[in-house]
């Protein structure tokens, strides 16, 4: 029962949920490190993956700021939501892409694709779980 009624009540995750979170991202980040690391290629095509996988780490947060800031019905220009539409368009095409190019054995292709994804996705939810701690706080305050 919320003691103060005119107070919102602040929802919260579970701190078994924001543990998962946390180690869901972590995993799939030393995944794909891993993945990168040994990746038996020529340096020049390394580092282009690891930007690529930076770029789409960045991209996600950014877009799950835009898309939540939009839900909340906070002021945007038109200009802003194309970048950021655009920057994971890229991000995730560019990735694609340089996987697609890669000339190294099946296996190890699949592996970085889906640790790739998994790292997406991961980044998503994290980005989710650390929006509604922080909107949970603000409701706390208010």
């Not at 990168?36 to 580092?47: G, K, M, S, T």
């Not at 780490?57 to 002021?75: E, I, M, Q, S, W």
């Amino acid at each position: 029962m919320n003691p103060h009624p005119s107070k919102p009540h602040a929802r919260h995750d579970t701190k078994a949920w924001q543990v998962q979170v946390w180690i869901s991202f972590g995993v799939a980040v030393v995944l794909c490190g891993s993945g990168l690391a040994y990746l038996p290629v020529a340096p020049i095509e390394r580092a282009f993956m690891v930007m690529a996988y930076v770029f789409c780490l960045c991209a996600v947060f950014a877009l799950a700021k835009y898309v939540r800031d939009r839900h909340a019905g906070l002021p945007e220009t038109p200009a802003w939501g194309l970048v950021v539409w655009g920057g994971f368009g890229c991000a995730m095409g560019l990735t694609g892409w340089g996987l697609a190019q890669l000339t190294i054995a099946p296996p190890y292709a699949a592996f970085l694709l889906v640790s790739w994804l998994f790292l997406i996705s991961s980044a998503f939810t994290l980005a989710k779980t650390l929006r509604d701690a922080h909107e949970a706080l603000l409701a706390e305050r208010a």
